[in-house]
């Protein structure tokens, strides 16, 4: 290793994976982690104490959480370094559909954040929960707003329903309950995401997590206990006990990307009873012998998320045709893809 070149800060998240892949290139160039991006510009972190970076991601594949190689002339990123996870789900304009889009990268824990000021919605979680378990990444389950409600027991037993072996946690960025057991989330360097729609307290948990007020805070409207976006970007920042978290903007629709096993760790109580139908082809409509009507009938399994899981399912096998129609016309088209992290 060239001697006027120091190791990545470990201080910033960089765990033995990424380290390895670094070490494995043998650049001299610096290194450091996305903290945001900006229209082609990425801001990079190379020390938890230096002034950061800002340079051009230009044909790279670059996430906020991202460990990256800079070029020799410290005007671009040279290497996007290969993820350990990513929170990925679908573009979001009707034009790119069959486009990933990255929220973060390089995360631990994935806080899918809802308020207990709206009733449980189960079905949004059922799908922040398939692209949070595919994220590689371990999902936990966040209500808010204890402060303004009485009692949250039911809300969070309607949620841990749809939610197998999640830990389900309240907490309150105002009077700071619950805080701490969050922030212990992140010991040891490690990285929080949050996900969540637009009202539901993310910026006020921030705030309390970080220590000090970093993002702005909107009036929830009176009517629908609906809030504005306070949050307009991505953004890797240090907490206050010590390791970092990633704040994503409001996320109105929970679009799915390509699930690995998300799915069945989403519903895993579901395909628990599928092993023990009597066809292994079974639809779980009409069969005999199928264990997950039998579960319907007895009113052990709610039919409603039998459906949102099919739904799901139908939903994900849609999206790889529309994927394998987009290959076919960019390779009749000559279209370079991006560089992938490597």
Not at 122 to 138: K, T
Not at 210 to 218: E, K, N
Request: net charge neutral; proline share 6%.
């Amino acid at each position: 290793m060239p001697r006027d070149i120091r190791p990545p800060d470990a201080r910033l998240g960089w765990s033995a994976e990424p380290l390895g892949h670094w070490r494995a290139l043998g650049s001299p160039q610096p290194a450091g982690r996305v903290s945001r991006l900006d229209r082609g510009w990425s801001t990079i972190l190379t020390s938890l104490d230096g002034e950061p970076l800002r340079v051009r991601n230009i044909g790279a594949d670059v996430a906020v959480g991202d460990f990256v190689v800079v070029s020799e002339d410290g005007e671009r990123v040279d290497t996007v370094l290969e993820r350990h996870s990513a929170f990925v789900r679908r573009a979001s304009f009707e034009g790119q559909r069959a486009v990933a889009h990255t929220l973060a990268a390089n995360i631990d824990v994935v806080m899918l954040v809802h308020a207990l000021t709206s009733p449980p919605n189960q079905r949004r979680l059922e799908r922040e929960l398939v692209l949070a378990w595919d994220s590689g990444a371990r999902p936990v389950v966040v209500l808010t707003k204890t402060d303004l409600v009485e009692d949250a027991t039911a809300a969070v037993a309607a949620l841990a329903d749809v939610a197998p072996g999640v830990d389900v946690l309240t907490a309150s960025g105002i009077t700071g309950e619950g805080v701490p057991a969050l922030g212990a989330f992140a010991a040891g360097n490690a990285t929080i995401a949050l996900l969540g729609a637009s009202g539901v307290g993310k910026s006020t948990l921030v705030n309390a997590l970080v220590g000090h007020a970093r993002q702005a805070t909107a009036v929830v409207r009176e009517g629908d206990g609906k809030g504005r976006h306070t949050t307009i970007a991505a953004e890797l920042v240090p907490l206050a006990g010590g390791g970092w978290l990633i704040d994503t903007p409001g996320v109105r629709a929970v679009s799915l990307w390509s699930s690995g096993h998300g799915i069945e760790r989403a519903f895993a109580d579901v395909f628990d009873l599928m092993d023990h139908c009597r066809f292994r082809d079974c639809k779980h409509e009409q069969e005999p012998g199928c264990a997950v009507s039998a579960a319907v009938a007895e009113g052990a399994l709610d039919p409603r998320r039998l459906d949102s899981m099919k739904r799901l399912v139908a939903e994900e096998a849609a999206l790889e045709e529309e994927q394998k129609a987009r290959e076919k016309a960019m390779d009749r088209r000559g279209y370079r893809k991006p560089r992938p992290p490597r």
